[in-house]
């Protein structure tokens, strides 16, 4: 009796320690982990040409060791506060981004990975999907300090528009 309650509560201790053997972060996509704060720029539909600015703070940490989730919350006026919650996982083997955005309603798209760069403190990723006939192309550049995400739509005439850019800055870390 007593070894069988010695060896339940060996297994019972032991049973967390699976999650001690994860892979490793990809330190590409680690390195986008943290509080930041900075601003949304986007061209308005309504009015092309016209670039809105909102406040946004983004909470990012990872899922996965290559799989980023972004919390966004964004600053549009008095009283109103949009957010968004996006999911990005890299797969630079396969040269893929199955990015999810949403969570009362989540869809997933497939990018395919064009470029990643690393120059000096800088990382950049390029990623782009195409669906009839159009481009959506994004550029996401990141150091220890700053992250911008820029999406760029592309469409059959080669005639390339800036959607959207985010602009982050990293706030400091509780010491």
Known sequence: MRQLMLSALLSVLISPAFA????????????????????????????????????????????????????????????????????????????????????????????????????GELTTFQFEVTKEAETSRYFLVSSATSLQFTKYEIDENAQQVMRNQYQFERLAQAQ
Do not use: C
């Not at 490793?24 to 040409?49: F, H, R």
């Open 20 to 119: 001690l053997y994860d892979s490793k972060p990809l330190p590409e996509v680690a390195a986008l982990q943290g509080q930041w704060q900075g601003t949304l720029i986007y061209n308005d539909y309504s009015a092309p040409g016209k670039l809105v600015t909102l406040q946004t703070t983004l909470f990012a940490a990872l899922s996965k060791p290559n799989e980023i989730i972004w919390h966004l919350v964004f600053d549009d006026g008095p009283n109103k506060t949009i957010y968004s919650y996006e999911r990005m996982q890299f797969d630079f083997n396969a040269a893929t981004v199955v990015w999810t955005s949403g969570a009362d309603k989540p869809s997933s798209e497939t990018y395919a990975i064009i470029d990643v760069k690393k120059a």
